[in-house]
């Protein structure tokens, strides 16, 4: 039975009065387009631009820190994934092979930290608290006396280093006052628990990460894209792990020598090497300069000595130890190595180089699979 609706007074006019709100009001005729060709619209398009790029380019460089963490966390995750999928391969589920390394990073990090750190900070601080004496020292070799009495670089120096070290002042010097230290030492604890989250986050996380990234991909084109990502990130790999193992096979043979001429902060030594040993193709030249100036202090005979004895490794890092464990997985011309190093150098300092050979590496074989086969077939 159908239900009455009652009468209500004002009903039929309240709808009419809603009818006449809800017609459009008349605004007149559109006007004709503007004219993209006039030149205040060209200049102004043009300026917008402009000033929408600056924005965007001053806020990337207001978040390079970000971005530099974010690729070297990267960079470490990729290095370490070679381990995590060696694991794998063994039976463990990614989970527990992330686990597995990150425990052997850590316990690794612990006895370094247990048994190198403090004989490091002692024979650093002795290092400056002598740095006077030793630059005195370097008088008593006949040419660089001769430059000293001619030009003063010596005398120079070591009034620098004094002044400097004067009532335990360097540290506080070079960071620029006691704010500078403490914002130093705040800053660089930050960054390095941020790599070390980042780097545990993308290492256990890489697979899905880069499935959801292929994703993108068109699917008549996904498999070879992934095939030629996971190539390079297995590149990048070798490279770290490779890299790791050569500078330290450096730190040990300069231990070693150091030890046997008798050359004074061995340990400090060893650890500056290792560093120096990280950073592709330039690294020994710095580390060679460091290791001959402080044989130097000692003796000009032990300077000889702990030069040559370098070089000769180098040769035989170059020629047999970076071969066999590079193999030809990351073979690259010499050329490019060396334009590679001195870019990544001279835009990121200690990371530009140690990212720039796997990026070179990288950029060939995408070169060699996708460019070249194209330049063919035209």
Known sequence: ?????????????????????????????????????????????????????????????????????????????????PAVAFFQRRGLKRGSAVFLIVAIVIAFVALFALVAVPPIIDQLNLLLKNAPSLVENLKNNHTINQLNQNYGIIDSIQKKVTASIHDGQFVVTAFGGVLGVGKAVISGVFAVLTILVLTLYFLASLPTVTHVIYRFVP?????????????????????????????????????????????????????????????????????????????????????IIAFAAYVIYVQVENYVIMPRIMRKSLSIPGLVTIIAALIGTSLLGLIGGLLAVPVAAAILLIVDEVVFPKSDLG
């Open 1 to 81: 039975m159908a239900k009455l609706i009652p009468h209500i007074p004002g009903l039929k006019k309240k709808s009419a009065t809603s009818r006449k709100v809800s017609e459009p009001e008349n605004f007149g005729m559109l006007g004709a387009p503007l004219d993209q060709g006039h030149p205040f619209y060209f200049g102004f398009l043009t300026a917008s631009g402009a000033v929408i790029a600056i924005t965007f380019l001053r806020a990337l460089a207001s978040a390079s820190q970000v971005f530099v963490l974010l690729l070297i966390s990267l960079f470490f995750a990729a290095g370490l994934n």
């Open 219 to 303: 699917a008549s084109r996904r498999t070879r894209v992934a095939s030629l990502s996971d190539a390079i990130i297995n590149r990048i790999g070798i490279f770290v792990g490779g890299q790791t193992l050569v500078a330290a096979i450096a730190a040990l043979f300069i231990l070693l020598v150091g030890l046997v001429i008798g050359l004074p902060y061995t340990t400090a030594l060893a650890l500056l090497v290792f560093f120096c040993g990280l950073i592709p193709l330039v690294g020994h030249i710095l580390g060679t300069s460091i290791v001959t100036l402080i044989a130097l202090t000692k003796s000009p005979t032990t300077a």
